[in-house]
Nanobody
Framework: QVQLVESGGGLVQPGGSLRLSCAAS????????MGWYRQAPGKGRELVAT???????NYADFVNGRFGVSRDNAKNAVYLQMNTPKPEDTAVYYC??????????????WGQGTQVTVST
């Protein structure tokens, strides 16, 4: 079974910084692309950033250089460094991973989500 556990959310002031972490665990699996999505109240879930096992990153347009996604393959962990967040970045942030089970198909897994609130 694969589990994704996020941490690091909370209250941050506009212009501050926050780092989200996601620790992934599972037996007899390989982790492919990992990343972060978010869902604000009344809105659908949207992509924030992803990173492949080889380190190739992809960002949503609204990130505009403010956030950085990275991973530690040895720890099966992915991180999101949020710099100069804005109030509109307030949302529940979800960790996401594409996982290959031994002898099986690729499957997508989600963490439970961590709340990020950007406010004074």
């Amino acid at each position: 079974q694969v589990q994704l556990v996020e941490s690091g959310g909370g209250l941050v002031q506009p212009g501050g910084s926050l780092r989200l972490s996601c620790a992934a665990s599972g037996r007899s699996v390989n982790f492919g692309t990992m990343g972060w999505y978010r869902q604000a109240p009344g809105k659908g879930r949207e992509l924030v950033a992803t990173v492949t096992g080889g380190g190739t990153t992809n960002y949503a347009d609204f990130v505009n250089g403010r956030f950085g996604v990275s991973r530690d393959n040895a720890k099966n962990a992915v991180y999101l460094q949020m710099n100069t967040p804005k109030p509109e970045d307030t949302a529940v942030y979800y960790c996401n991973a594409l996982v290959l089970h031994t002898g099986g198909p690729w499957r997508t897994y989600w963490g439970q989500g961590t709340q990020v609130t950007v406010s004074t």
